[in-house]
T-cell receptor
Framework: NAGVTQTPKFQVLKTGQSMTLQCAQD?????MSWYRQDPGMGLRLIHY???????DQGEVPNGYNVSRSTTEDFPLRLLSAAPSQTSVYFC???????????FGDGTRLSIL | GQNIDQPTEMTATEGAIVQINCTYQ??????LFWYQQHAGEAPTFLSY????GLEEKGRFSSFLSRSKGYSYLLLKELQMKDSASYLC????????FGAGTTVTVRA
């Protein structure tokens, strides 16, 4: 019973590099979301999706892209990494935005 | 916009009771969540309040007053394993989180 799976768990990038954080869920949830968590700032919503083919911006979308081609997968792309994007990234899924969300274990990303 | 406030830190003794307050001013409101997050781990769901009143789940209870924009999480019979961050989050078809309250339980 995998739940929400995030890969990689740790990553170090250089400024300007691009990468994709992967998120997959096996619970057939329609709603998926990406958050970043920085010390003293709690979880901030980056992008979210209410179903395949539908995405929308959250509180801090700049510098990130998402797509939702299938119900299961919701990858997060950093197009040109900046040190300000050093953070812990969590992916979550649920039946809707108003139901308890299941979180992945997180990706710890450092940008030098 | 969303404005969600909760205390930064609280300390309590094992076996005691701690109350974590959360106040919110948000453009929309469908309900309020509480999550627990241990250091280095993902948040886990504790409670969800939609209507005014108290919801009790074992040692944890959560209260909501929609008219006052106020909620609290009550932790009773504190145990060392309750040392964690507690996150308040407002649901409006998506979640907005407060900064979290770090609770330290001392022997």
């Amino acid at each position: 019973n995998a739940g929400v799976t995030q890969t990689p768990k740790f990553q170090v990038l250089k400024t300007g590099q691009s990468m994709t954080l992967q998120c997959a869920q096996d619970m057939n949830h329609e709603y998926m979301s990406w958050y970043r968590q920085d010390p003293g700032m709690g979880l901030r919503l980056i992008h979210y999706s209410v179903g395949a083919g539908i995405t929308d911006q959250g509180e801090v979308p700049n510098g990130y892209n998402v797509s939702r081609s299938t119900t299961e997968d919701f990858p997060l792309r950093l197009l040109s990494a900046a040190p300000s994007q050093t953070s812990v990234y969590f992916c979550a899924s649920s039946n809707s935005g108003d139901e308890p969300q299941h979180f992945g274990d997180g990706t710890r990303l450092s940008i030098l | 916009g969303q404005n969600i406030d909760q205390p930064t830190e609280m300390t309590a003794t094992e076996g005691a009771i701690v109350q974590i307050n959360c106040t919110y001013q948000t453009s929309g409101f469908n309900g309020l969540f509480w999550y627990q997050q241990h250091a280095g781990e993902a948040p886990t769901f504790l409670s969800y309040n939609v209507l005014d009143g108290l919801e009790e789940k074992g040692r944890f209870s959560s209260f909501l007053s929609r008219s006052k924009g106020y909620s609290y999480l009550l932790l009773k019979e504190l145990q060392m394993k309750d040392s964690a961050s507690y996150l308040c989050a407002v649901a409006d078809y998506k979640l907005s989180f407060g900064a979290g309250t770090t609770v330290t339980v001392r022997a």
